[in-house]
Structures are given as structure tokens and as C-alpha cells.
């Protein structure tokens, strides 16, 4: 069983910044695969960005046009999420979940929320105007 703890989340304005964590405990990890995905109210959960352990290949959405960056430190098996130039729109709850990969490199990592086996409670990003 995988356990995931995020933190990081809080009230900003717009224009600035925070990073989130996801901590995984639990298992003995061989590769695996987080992801942070997050849902407003009102609107379905979207991706956000993923990365893979073995290799640190990443995927964004689009949508951040380059104002969120992902990475990893497999020792503590976490991923930050760096959030700069918030908006109002990127307010939501943020989750990161976790799925084991292939051993294989240079592929990229899961973006959809069903491939993904295991999920934190969330943190709550607010941005104000």
C-alpha cells in the first residue's frame, strides 16, 4: 500500500508563488510515476504535470504556458511542484497520485488520472486577485 502526503498549499496573490510536495511511504519502490492533478469548484479534475522516477521525463498541460515546474528527489521519494505567477484560475485542490512504471527510460510518464493506482487527500491552492 502507498501512501501519499501532499503539503505546500495556502492563500496567495496572484503573481506569486508555492510549491507543493508529495511525500510516497509505504512500499519498497522500485519506478513509479507522480502526478498532480487538480479540480476547482464546479469543474472536472485536470493534469497538471507528472514526472517519472527512472528517467525524469515530465508532462505539462498546456495550459501553464511554462509557470509550473515539476521534479523529483527519488532519496526521499518526493515531487515538488513549483508554482510561479499564480492566477485566479489556478485556484482549486491540488492532488498528486501515484502509479508503478516500466523500468524502461525515455518514455513519458502517465497523464491521465486513471492510470494512476494510488491518491493524497489534496491541498488546497487559493489564489486572490
Known amino acids: 500500500e502507498v501512501q501519499l502526503v501532499e503539503s505546500g498549499g495556502g492563500l496567495v496573490q496572484a503573481g506569486g508563488s508555492l510549491r507543493l510536495s508529495c511525500a510516497a511511504s509505504?512500499?519498497?519502490?522500485?519506478?513509479?510515476?507522480i502526478g498532480w492533478f487538480r479540480q476547482a469548484p464546479g469543474k472536472e479534475r485536470e493534469g497538471v504535470s507528472s514526472?517519472?522516477?527512472?528517467?525524469?521525463?515530465?508532462w505539462y498541460a498546456d495550459s501553464l504556458e511554462g509557470r509550473f515546474t515539476i521534479s523529483i528527489d527519488t532519496a526521499k521519494d518526493t515531487v515538488y511542484l513549483q508554482m510561479n505567477e499564480l492566477k485566479p484560475d489556478d485556484t482549486a485542490v491540488y492532488y498528486c497520485?501515484?502509479?508503478?512504471?516500466?523500468?524502461?527510460?525515455?518514455?513519458?510518464?502517465?497523464?491521465?488520472?486513471?492510470?494512476?493506482?494510488?491518491w493524497g487527500q489534496g491541498t488546497q491552492v487559493a489564489v486572490s486577485s
Open positions: 514526472i517519472r522516477s527512472v528517467d525524469g521525463n515530465t
Open positions: 509505504g512500499s519498497s519502490f522500485d519506478e513509479y510515476a
Open positions: 497520485a501515484f502509479t508503478y512504471t516500466s523500468v524502461q527510460p525515455h518514455q513519458p510518464p502517465p497523464v491521465n488520472a486513471y492510470e494512476y493506482d494510488y
